[in-house]
């Protein structure tokens, strides 16, 4: 796997629901096809090419050394580290990215910080060695295989990261779930709440519509759309005793 160095590691993340986290690959092999942030703003600061470059991510070699420096400066700021928010922590085909991702945790969990995965690869079980007080999560936006093959294609298939989930629950982790980027009905006919079903065990879910995308700008009912399903999700979590967010600008009027 190639290896690139970075001068920092640990950054704010200026999203409504995040604190702090750290990108220890640049690029991402899952290869999603809906308008990925991540990757448009690598490669609209001249940090990746192109979509090829994307798909063949390089790891951050000095990524644990850098938590070392920065650890102890930031450590009474930080409430939590996400792993990650410009790349996958667990990346299929390679396990070099996830060897760091558990060693990172592990550094900052002695360090008393708690962390926050989110994958759309294979949760490790090996997480559950770890701090009581971090949480696990993947992101499920289908249960459609033939749909994750169109636009995850790298990614690990849905029923495989909720067995992974369900086993980190199983061992008394905190699990949650990311229904995000939601597609509209344009895109796939789905319901909504079989996901919910099969997510109905975690602690939190987080829901979101699809961004920078024509298609979904295209259906003209996409407001109303995701106005009823995030209502949805809101009632099904309050039934469930689960916690829940709704990604800013996902409820419009009018």
């Known amino acids: 796997m190639k ?7 640990l950054y704010q993340t200026g ?13 991402c092999a899952h290869g999603c096809k809906f308008p990925c942030y991540a990757f448009l703003m690598k490669k609209r600061f001249g940090q990746i090419k192109d979509y090829e470059e994307w798909l063949e991510p390089c790891l951050v070699s000095n990524t644990l050394e850098l938590l070392d420096r920065e650890i102890p ?26 060897a760091m991702s558990i060693a990172a945790i592990r550094k900052l969990n002695n360090a008393g910080i708690r962390c926050t995965t989110l994958t759309k690869g294979i949760l490790p079980l090996e997480l559950a ?8 999560g993947i992101t499920l936006i289908s249960l459609d295989e033939s749909y994750r093959e169109k636009m995850e294609p790298g990614a690990s298939p849905y029923a495989d990261r909720l067995a992974a989930l369900r086993a980190l629950h199983d061992a008394g982790c905190r699990t949650w779930v990311s229904i995000e980027p939601y597609p509209t009905p344009n895109l796939i006919e789905q319901d909504l709440q ?19 995308c024509k298609e979904v700008n295209a259906y003209k009912q996409h407001k109303a759309f995701y106005n009823r399903l995030a209502a949805q999700v809101t009632e099904f979590c309050e039934q469930h005793g689960i916690q829940y967010h709704i990604k800013e600008k996902t409820i419009t009027e009018g």
Not at 21 to 26: C, E, L, S, V
Not at 130 to 136: A, I
């Open 3 to 9: 290896t690139i160095t970075r001068k920092t590691m």
């Open 194 to 212: 079989n996901i919910l079903d099969a997510v109905n065990f975690v602690d939190k879910i987080i829901f979101g519509r699809t961004n920078y």
């Open 73 to 98: 400066r930031l450590r009474d700021k930080i409430q939590s580290v996400q792993l990650c928010f410009t790349t996958d922590p667990f990346m299929n085909g390679y396990p070099e990215v996830g």
């Open 129 to 136: 060695q770890l701090s009581p007080e971090n949480e696990h």
């Open 15 to 27: 999203v409504e629901y995040g604190d702090y986290t750290m990108n220890h690959a640049q690029g």
